[in-house]
């Protein structure tokens, strides 16, 4: 059999929807999450704590490649796991039940998300997980109820996500988010970073982005590639009380030690 193409997992799920544009990152939520954009030269977009590599190369011409610029969330699906073995929650019942918009009764707690160690930008192998107020970030919450403590972990997630987000604007603007991985099926994940990052967010109806993406790479990157329908659109709702909440959590992950 033949090889046509050779790639890593995350490398090709870029390529599900074709030759990726430069305006777009693509964010893969699973166990970990990815936050990827291409780049048009290996020496564009040096950003302190983020990863450039080598996306994809042609092996004739040799000279033909792409690079992208790459952030890393280790507690995403992972912190959904701690949480699960914490309180006995049904998560996959949990996340489908919860409102896009939190009501405040619900969003009074922020979470300092170590599971798994911070990946970019900060990387950091070892940092605490904990609960604390949303009010004041220094003091640590030892009781709440499960749905406070599920909403506080999702938005660790995003704002996880859209520090990354972020810091790759530094190099570029960016006018949209697509994601994809098991996680994308939570509209409060979506949404909340849609609201962190101000940049509209797309679902599609495609959840398993890397086979599409290899086949597209084992094709040879046709110009006619078949688009994916978007299943919904997140756009930025102005949620001033989403973005008081990003800002005092990381607050509270400066207090220990992380900053960007």
Not at 150 to 174: C, G, W
Not at 241 to 256: D, I, S
């Given at each position: ?213 290899i086949a597209?790479l084992a ?42």
């Open positions: 059999m033949p090889v046509r193409a050779c790639s890593g997992d995350q490398s090709a799920a870029v390529f599900a929807f074709g030759v990726p544009a430069p305006t777009t990152a693509f964010v893969n939520v699973g166990t970990g999450a990815f936050v990827q954009r291409a780049l048009a030269t290996s020496g564009a977009g040096a950003t302190p704590g983020l990863l450039r590599s080598v996306l994809h190369a042609e092996s004739a011409p040799a000279h033909k490649v792409a690079y992208s610029l790459e952030g890393t969330v280790n507690g995403a699906g992972s912190a959904i796991d701690w949480l699960a073995r914490r309180n006995g929650l049904d998560m996959t019942r949990a996340l489908q039940t919860m409102p896009a918009v939190l009501d405040a009764s619900v969003a009074t707690l922020l979470f300092v998300n170590g599971v798994g160690g911070l990946g970019a930008p900060y990387w950091l192998p070892d940092f605490p997980t904990k609960f604390v107020r949303a009010v004041s970030p220094q003091l640590e919450v030892t009781e709440a109820t499960d749905m406070q403590e599920l909403a506080a972990v999702v938005e660790s997630i995003s704002f996880l996500i859209a520090v990354n987000v972020d810091a790759m604007q530094r190099v570029a603007p960016l006018s949209r988010l697509v994601i994809v991985g098991g996680l994308s099926n939570c509209d409060c994940l979506c949404q909340t970073l849609a609201e962190a990052t101000g940049l509209l967010v797309e679902r599609p109806v495609l959840r398993e982005a890397t086979a599409r993406g597209f094709a040879g990157r046709p110009p006619a590639w078949q688009s994916v329908p978007v299943e919904r659109r997140f756009p930025p709702m102005g949620q001033p009380a989403v973005r008081e909440r990003f800002e005092r959590w990381r607050v509270a992950m400066a207090l220990h030690g992380a900053t960007a």
